[in-house]
Structures are given as structure tokens and as C-alpha cells.
Nanobody, 116 residues
Framework: QVQLVESGGGVVQPGGSLRLSCEAS????????MGWYRQAPGKQRDLVAH???????NYHDSVKDRFTISRDNAKNTVYLQMNSLKPEDTAVYYC??????????WGQGTQVTVSS
């Protein structure tokens, strides 16, 4: 089992920045990939960015050059730095940890609202 606790969401004006954090606990040595997904009302949950245990990073095209995913292995924490936020970035952001192709764990989600 892997437990994930997210923090850092909130309300920000367009063009602003937020940093999300996701702290993992439990069977963290089994984690292959950690990532951030988001889900806006009435839409499917989409991948925002992920980082593999080997350090490979992938971003959704809509956030490239604005968002940065990173990790601190000593703190078992993954971060998502979000800059130049747009209203269309408004969503619930979920942390995800995958330990096999068939099994993944989710955090509880944190709301990000971009509005003037």
C-alpha cells in the first residue's frame, strides 16, 4: 500500500503561481512512477505530468514550459510547480503513485482555482 497526501492548492489570479506537494508513505520503494493528474468539472481525469523512478519526465502539451515536476527523495515528496496559470488550469489535482502496470494509488485531491 502507498498513502499519498497532497497540499498546496488554492485560489490564484491568472498569471500567478502555485506549488503542489505530494508526500508518499508506505511501500514507497515499490513506486515506479509518480505523477499529477487533474480533473475539471464534467471532464475526464487527465495526466498533467509524471516522473519515473529513473528520472524520466513527461508533461501534457498544455502545461509544457509552465509547469515543472520534481521530487525530493529524502522527503518522499513530489512537487508540481505551476507558473503562468490560466483559468483553464482550474481543476482538482490528484497525486498518483504506480507500483505496477495494474496497480496505482491516488491522493485525496487538492483544488486549484485560477480566477480574477
Amino acid at each position: 500500500q502507498v498513502q499519498l497526501v497532497e497540499s498546496g492548492g488554492g485560489v490564484v489570479q491568472p498569471g500567478g503561481s502555485l506549488r503542489l506537494s505530494c508526500e508518499a508513505s508506505g511501500s514507497i520503494a515499490r513506486i515506479m512512477i509518480m505523477g499529477w493528474y487533474r480533473q475539471a468539472p464534467g471532464k475526464q481525469r487527465d495526466l498533467v505530468a509524471h516522473i519515473t523512478s529513473g528520472g524520466t519526465i513527461n508533461y501534457h502539451d498544455s502545461v509544457k514550459d509552465r509547469f515543472t515536476i520534481s521530487r525530493d527523495n529524502a522527503k518522499n515528496t513530489v512537487y508540481l510547480q505551476m507558473n503562468s496559470l490560466k483559468p483553464e488550469d482550474t481543476a482538482v489535482y490528484y497525486c498518483n503513485a504506480r507500483i505496477s502496470p495494474q496497480r496505482a494509488f491516488w491522493g485525496q485531491g487538492t483544488q486549484v482555482t485560477v480566477s480574477s
